[in-house]
């Protein structure tokens, strides 16, 4: 296999956090969200990571729970 992790989309929870929320959300937070169902969370090796395409989808369910 030749894809590597940016290759994927790959990113850490903090890397999310930063790039994506510019630090208005912690890796907490999105543990939560993960544990609410909303956010698909990728684990190697006890470490978490999520993708773009995750938290574009978190985001679409977070509009519609919260009846927007």
């Known amino acids: 296999m ?3 992790p940016n290759d994927l989309g ?3 929870l ?3 956090c930063d790039e994506i ?3 208005l959300l912690t890796p907490s937070s999105l543990r939560t969200e993960a544990a609410k169902g909303n956010l698909e969370i990728i684990q190697i090796a ?3 990571f999520v993708t773009r395409e ?3 989808e978190m985001m679409d ?3 519609r729970s919260s009846g927007k």
């Open 46 to 48: 006890r470490k978490d």
């Open 10 to 12: 790959l990113m850490t």
């Open 21 to 23: 929320f510019r630090g």
């Open 2 to 4: 030749t894809d590597g």
């Open 14 to 16: 903090q890397e999310a």
């Open 54 to 56: 995750g938290i574009r």
């Open 61 to 63: 369910r977070c509009k």
